[in-house]
């Protein structure tokens, strides 16, 4: 009987290389937690843009590229916030803040060592 594993037909047809057993376990393993907010301080840039779409009319200011587990994203959300005095959320590595408080955010993000820009 022919033994032909259905990979490694797809790799010749594709002309693609054919994962071992030992790469494909590791792609389906969750990734290493990503750390601390505030250890991640001035290492990595993040992208400041105001989104209207989806929102009523609404404008709300999101806050992307943190890099960090939901906890300490959800430490500078509180702290982005209760400067502001405005209502908002973190999840998913970003943070929005309602409104548009673009200008402001990017200084408390400063303030705290962040690297950041306005898109």
Partial sequence: MNSV???D???KAFNMPVPDNDDSNQAEQQPEAKGDALQQQGKT?????LERKGRAG???TI?????????ALKQVASRLKSSLGVGGSARGGEILIQGD???RVLQLLLEMGFKARII
């Fill in 58 to 60: 609404k404008q709300a």
């Fill in 9 to 11: 037909a797809l790799g």
């Fill in 63 to 71: 806050v992307t590229g943190f890099v960090c587990d939901e906890d």
């Fill in 101 to 103: 408080f673009r200008q």
């Fill in 5 to 7: 594993d259905w990979k």
């Fill in 45 to 49: 840039r993040l992208d400041i843009i």
